[in-house]
C-alpha cells in the first residue's frame, strides 16, 4: 500500500513562482517547481536556464546525490561526463549516475532544461580535472 501521507499534493502554475538568480550556478536562473516542499525534501524538480554567456563554465564536479536527471527543454549543452563529451539538445534526457564527475562547459542562449534531483539538499563537491575541456562557443 503506498503510504499518500509522506509527501502532499502540489500543483504549480506558471505564473506561481518566477525565475530567480542565487541558485547553485550565478550564471544560470532557477524556477522552483514546489516539488522539494510537497516531497518534504526528498525530491528537488526546478527549471533551469541560461543567464549569462558560459565563460569558464561549472568546472569539474560531482554531486552528492541518489538520483538526477535533466530533461533539454529549448537549446543544447555540451557536457564533460568523465573523459566523454556530451551534447544534449532539446527533447534530450541524461541521467546522471550518483557520483559521476562533469563539466558543463557550453551551453546556447536559450538553454533550459528540468532538472530532477534527490534528495532536494543534494550538494555538489569540487574534483580534480578529468581531462582538457574544448572552449565554449561565443555568445552573438
Known amino acids: 500500500m503506498l503510504d499518500r501521507t509522506a509527501t502532499t499534493f502540489s500543483h504549480i502554475k506558471p505564473t506561481d513562482t518566477h525565475y ?3 541558485g547553485l550556478r550565478d550564471f544560470f536562473l532557477y524556477r522552483d517547481l514546489g516539488i522539494a516542499e510537497a516531497t518534504h525534501g526528498k525530491v528537488i524538480a526546478h527549471l533551469v536556464k541560461a543567464n549569462m554567456a558560459p565563460e569558464t563554465g561549472t568546472g569539474w564536479h560531482r554531486h552528492e546525490a541518489e538520483f538526477q536527471i535533466v530533461y533539454m527543454l529549448k537549446g543544447w549543452a555540451r557536457f564533460m561526463y568523465e573523459d566523454q563529451e556530451t551534447l544534449v539538445e532539446a527533447g534530450d534526457v541524461v541521467h546522471q549516475r550518483p ?3 562533469h563539466f558543463l562547459f557550453d551551453y546556447s542562449p536559450d538553454m533550459e532544461y528540468l532538472e530532477i ?3 532536494a539538499d543534494f550538494t555538489s563537491i569540487d574534483v580534480d580535472p578529468v ?3 574544448p572552449p565554449p562557443t ?3
Open 131 to 133: 581531462c582538457e575541456i
Open 117 to 119: 534531483v534527490s534528495p
Open 138 to 140: 561565443p555568445w552573438k
Open 99 to 101: 557520483g559521476i564527475k
Open 20 to 22: 530567480v538568480s542565487g
